[in-house]
């Protein structure tokens, strides 16, 4: 058993991120559970590897969704990412931050701080933007965003010229003031190299004495003393092991494995929580309801 300020429950885009700023003040201990293994894989470093990720069991959890009826019953596939840098790890590297007006949604909705003025300074104080900083884009963060606007493929050069006879606009830049249209996109690369958030948050953040960070280390439950979170049970090389937080327990497993975590600690749909034999903590059906996602054509 051990104590620390904060454990965060995943090494993936949002867990790297929180791990680096957490710990930059030297003053707490951070504790990272991941329940995959290293992002020191040739082809997690090397851009085109993606392909060779997306269905591989050693680096994803290989999900697939129940049949979906949109789909004709087909059940899609949805890959994620199982170690070091999460799904940025084993992804396309494509850096787009979405639309202005999806963030002044979530703030209408009752969201503080997601509007887009808000957003946008967090954006631009993380990234390293090759065309260089201005109202919309920063310079000298730890994210290297490439322009990816040289080399490109004559395939593409061609596919651009036929939208554009289609009608589409042609857009350089989808992070720029319009999203619509056709263009390269940006990419999280560095020098030929996938720079995913273990390599740009994590890698710089595990140096400091101040955070411990253990793969292979699945957490099954969250600890509670009465409706406050106290910290984890996981189970790494065959051991269950606890870990207790003086401060917080922050769920960074990403769309699936956090609710999922949350259901398995007693918080979610009681009915169901209860037909699975787990004791309630909190009743709440939304906990792994109202998901939407894009889907991708391979």
């Known amino acids: 058993m051990a104590d620390y300020d904060y454990i965060i429950v995943g090494a993936g885009s949002a ?5 680096e700023r957490l710990s930059a003040s030297g003053r707490h201990r951070v504790l990272v559970l991941e329940a995959g293994g290293s992002d020191r894989r040739f082809y997690v470093q090397m851009p085109l590897g993606y392909g060779k990720l997306l269905y591989d069991p050693g680096v994803n959890w290989c999900y697939h969704t129940e049949p979906e009826p ?7 596939y949805w890959p994620r990412g199982k170690l070091l840098g999460g799904s940025s790890s084993i992804n396309a590297m494509v850096y787009i931050r979405g639309h202005p007006e999806d963030y002044e949604a979530w703030q209408a909705a009752g969201n503080s701080g997601w509007g887009w003025a808000d957003v946008l300074q967090a954006f631009k104080a993380m990234e390293h933007n090759e065309a260089g900083a201005g109202d919309l884009r920063g310079t000298g963060g730890p994210l290297h965003i490439t322009t990816n606007l ?10 651009f010229a036929a939208a554009q006879a289609a009608g589409l606009p042609y857009n350089p830049d989808f992070n720029g003031p319009a999203q619509e249209g056709v263009g390269p996109y940006q990419l999280t690369v560095k020098n030929g190299r996938r720079l995913s958030a273990a390599r740009a948050f994590l890698r710089p953040a595990m140096g400091r004495p101040n955070v411990t960070v253990l793969t292979q280390a699945r957490v099954t439950r969250v600890l509670f003393d009465g409706r406050h979170a106290t910290g984890v049970a996981y189970r790494r090389h065959g051991r269950d092991q606890v870990a207790f937080a003086r401060g917080e327990v922050i769920l960074a497993g990403g ?17 169901l929580l209860r037909s699975l034999g787990i004791e309630v ?11 939407s996602d894009h889907l991708g054509l391979n």
């Open 150 to 159: 040289g080399d490109l493929h004559p395939l593409c050069l061609a596919f």
């Open 70 to 76: 949109g789909l004709a019953g087909q059940r899609d």
């Open 281 to 291: 903590i909190c009743d709440n059906p939304n906990v792994g309801a109202q998901l």
């Open 255 to 271: 769309a699936i494995n956090s609710p999922q975590l949350l259901q398995l600690s007693g918080i979610g749909p009681a009915d």
């Open 15 to 19: 867990g790297c991120v929180l791990a």
